[in-house]
């Protein structure tokens, strides 16, 4: 079993990112060489409709910037690209809100089952004044800044029997990362939650050591849950995220044309990556309600496994207080949360791609 990622150690690699600069400064006159690596499969919105343009995007504003993406994992897993980062070995990179808890656990609030009503909701709390305080913090303690949040996708459980209601999830092995927000989210949903490897979960629900996973529908698809699971449960318990991230000393050392070509790249095609995943589902629930790959049960009691979920955060966990902010937003307040939270400090290793 591969040892959980910890942060502490990282330290050393960010003394060096931020004193002594970890990469030399390119010949004057050559482009600024930079390389973004993700664990996303080329099929995924998150680089169909995004990080697969970036470089074209990068090139055209003619800004002396020269960008290379590594999709699917080719330089490591989520916590070594991470390692990476903040190392200043690798200029940017993508990681969901479980791997950044692991530094900030105030930030598992994004990971919590119904802190969110949708994924409109989570970008504009993403993009507001209540979180960047929290990504202040990133960048003071690591030297890691956040340059974007995107969607991944609303998630929904699929199963071999309707859910639609929390008691329905009574003893249901429901599959969840092994980040413990994951499966504290599980235990809100009234679920008995599992570990498996992502790679490993189509096994799993085809030999029946689990009962259903959970995960967005283009995930789904792609990964063929739908071919050993009968339903689709409209529950929508968790708006996905993931923020793109760069070594700050590698962002200080580009030009304000730079630093601003990359960014409106980056949101730009953030923008695109949120059309495209609500068209991609879209499409998807069309065709499987067309051709019956799989009932999709809509009539799901949202209410009461949101009231569940929030009675279960309430109290006990790092994010509470936050948690009970971001699900009370209508509209978003304009303050900031202080980092300074009371909640119970809990452990939130073992992260992994979903």
Not at 42 to 67: F, K, M, N, Q, Y
Not at 223 to 251: K, P, Y
Not at 263 to 289: H, P
Not at 330 to 340: E, F, I
Request: aromatic share 8%.
């Amino acid at each position: 079993m591969r040892a959980p990622f910890r942060p502490v150690p990282v330290l050393l690699a960010v003394a060096c990112a931020w004193f002594g600069g970890c990469q030399p400064q390119p010949p004057e006159g050559r482009p600024v060489r930079l390389r973004l690596a993700h664990v996303y499969e080329v099929r995924s919105p998150t680089h169909a409709h995004g990080t697969a343009h970036l470089p074209d995007r990068i090139a055209a504003a003619d800004v002396g910037l020269e960008l290379t993406v590594y999709p699917a994992a080719q330089l490591g897993s989520e916590e070594e690209l991470l390692e990476q980062l903040v190392a200043g070995e690798l200029e940017l990179a993508i990681a969901g809100p479980s791997f950044l808890a692991m530094w900030y656990p105030e930030l598992g609030a994004f990971d919590a089952a119904y802190a969110f009503r949708d994924l409109d909701h989570m970008l504009e709390v993403a993009h507001g004044p209540l979180i960047q305080p929290l990504w202040d913090e990133l960048l003071k303690r690591y030297g890691v800044r956040v340059l974007d949040t995107w969607v991944y996708g609303s998630r929904h459980i699929t199963s071999n029997r309707p859910i639609r209601h929390p008691d329905d999830l009574r003893g249901f092995r429901l599959r969840l990362p092994a980040a413990r927000v994951w499966q504290a989210s599980g235990q809100a949903l009234g679920a008995s939650p599992m570990p498996v490897a992502f790679a490993e979960v189509y096994m799993a629900l085809q030999q029946g050591l689990a009962d259903g996973q959970e995960n967005p529908v283009p995930t789904i698809q792609a990964m063929g849950f739908h071919e050993v699971q009968s339903h689709l449960n409209l529950t929508g318990h968790i708006q996905s995220s993931i923020q793109i991230l760069v070594n700050e000393r590698v962002w200080q050392r580009l030009t304000g044309d730079q630093q601003d070509a990359l960014k409106q790249a980056i949101r730009d095609l953030g923008a695109q990556v949120d059309q495209g995943t609500s068209r991609d589902e879209q499409q998807i629930l069309d065709r499987w309600r067309k051709q019956q790959v799989l009932e999709v049960v809509e009539d799901v009691d949202r209410d009461a496994f949101r009231s569940r979920a929030r009675q279960f955060f309430a109290t006990g966990f790092p994010f509470s207080r936050l948690y009970q902010t971001i699900s009370d937003w209508d509209p978003l307040p304009q303050t900031s949360l202080s980092s300074d939270d009371k909640g119970e400090q809990k452990s939130m290793n073992d992260a992994e791609q979903p």
